[in-house]
């Protein structure tokens, strides 16, 4: 079974914080990405990478950066974390081309 | 840039009763594919059912089934035989293939309907 990690299923953080976002995938997919769940917006796709060192911008970019250094693990940062970044955020992976994404648990952020 | 609209927020249904959830995109694309997700409360979001768009034949899988009109960009989900473990939310997610760069395998999401099944 394919298994999607993420770090922490809740955290809170200060206001001005840097926060990091863990995933990690096991099935040696090229592609992961991040997304934001928030009521009556659905998911919308923050970064994604589709090969180490390698990322695109998705649909809300702005405040956040991503790493991946190596294939498994794609970290998801906020440098200077604010209140309206409080969200659930839910990473996924895929195998290149037109496949299924498979999804970790979620991080439950609340920034105070 | 491709939409996708899940007009219906919530939905109930019996237990052992058939629910139809909808789904209509827009793309000026001609190949693509369609899914839908499975996001139980707390729970991992799974995938249900893909169709691709290029099949005329409607994909199964054992309760589950779509309704796809490609000319009406409709693609609507279907599951019978509702079980309380069908309570979740569900998304419609639609992904354009695009060769050659590294983006072919991004999705696009309506905002989900909430299901509720009732014993």
């Known amino acids: 079974d394919v298994k999607v990690t993420q770090s922490s299923r809740y955290l809170v953080k200060r206001t001005g914080e840097k926060v990091f976002l863990e995933c990690v995938q096991d099935m040696d997919h090229e592609n992961m990405f991040w997304y934001r769940q928030d009521p009556g917006l659905g998911l919308r796709l923050i970064y994604f990478s589709y090969d180490v060192k390698m990322k695109e911008k998705g649909d809300i970019p702005e405040g956040y950066s991503v790493s991946r250094e190596k294939k498994e693990r794609f970290s998801l940062i906020l440098e200077s974390a604010s209140t309206n970044q409080t969200s659930m955020y839910l990473c996924?992976?895929?195998?290149?081309?037109?496949?299924?994404?498979?999804f970790g648990p979620g991080t439950r952020l609340t920034v105070t | 840039a491709q939409t996708v609209t899940q007009s219906q927020p919530e939905m109930s249904v019996q237990e052992a009763e058939t629910v139809t959830l909808s789904c209509t995109y827009d793309t000026s694309e001609s190949n693509y594919y369609l899914f839908w997700y499975k996001q139980p409360p707390s729970r991992q979001m799974i995938l249900v059912i893909r169709q691709e768009a290029y099949k005329q034949q409607n994909a199964t899988e054992n309760r589950f089934s779509v309704n796809f009109q490609k000319a009406a960009k409709s693609f609507s989900l279907k599951i019978s035989d509702s079980q309380l473990g069908d309570t979740a939310m569900y998304f419609c997610a639609f992904m354009s293939p695009k060769i050659n760069t590294g983006a072919n395998s991004k999705l696009t999401f309506g905002k989900g309907i909430t299901l509720s099944v009732r014993p």
């Open positions: 996924a992976s895929s195998f290149r081309g037109f496949n299924e994404q498979y």
